[in-house]
């Protein structure tokens, strides 16, 4: 009859699945961890940028913009920014599994994806700034 795993016996396997991954052909490819590598950087500079700039406040901050009005006409709290990095940063994880699974099927469809990880983090940073900006 089997019982629970022991902790232990978790731990093994996660150990041992955690070196599978970096043994895996993915984080061999130079090009791929160079652009795992730069989207995870663009969001670490984000997450620095906004700590270091933004500070709490009760003051309501622009959180979306239009043409049409000709001006901010969506106002936020003062962490909206952070929500934007937090954004980029869940897709760039998302799409680097992703990647990670597709590698073997496809290389291409994998660096595409990690390339688009790249530009949601830069659009990110250029969106969460300036709305910090304009506070």
Do not use: C
Request: glycine share 6%; net charge positive; charged share 10%.
């Amino acid at each position: 009859m089997n019982g629970i795993p022991s902790v232990s016996g978790l731990w093994r396997n996660l150990q041992s699945y955690v070196a599978d991954v970096r043994q895996s052909r993915f984080f061999h490819d130079r090009l791929s961890v160079t652009l795992l590598t730069g989207a995870f950087a663009v969001n670490a500079l984000n997450f620095v940028w906004l700590l270091l700039h933004l500070k709490p406040s009760q003051a309501q901050i622009p959180t979306h913009y239009s043409n049409l009005v000709v001006g901010f006409e969506g106002l936020g709290p003062w962490y909206f920014p952070f929500e934007i990095a937090l954004f980029a940063l869940i897709i760039t994880l998302m799409n680097a599994v992703i990647a990670y699974y597709s590698f073997r099927r496809n290389r291409l469809a994998s660096f595409f994806l990690l390339t688009g990880s790249g530009v949601v983090a830069i659009f990110s940073l250029i969106i969460s700034t300036a709305f910090e900006v304009v506070r």
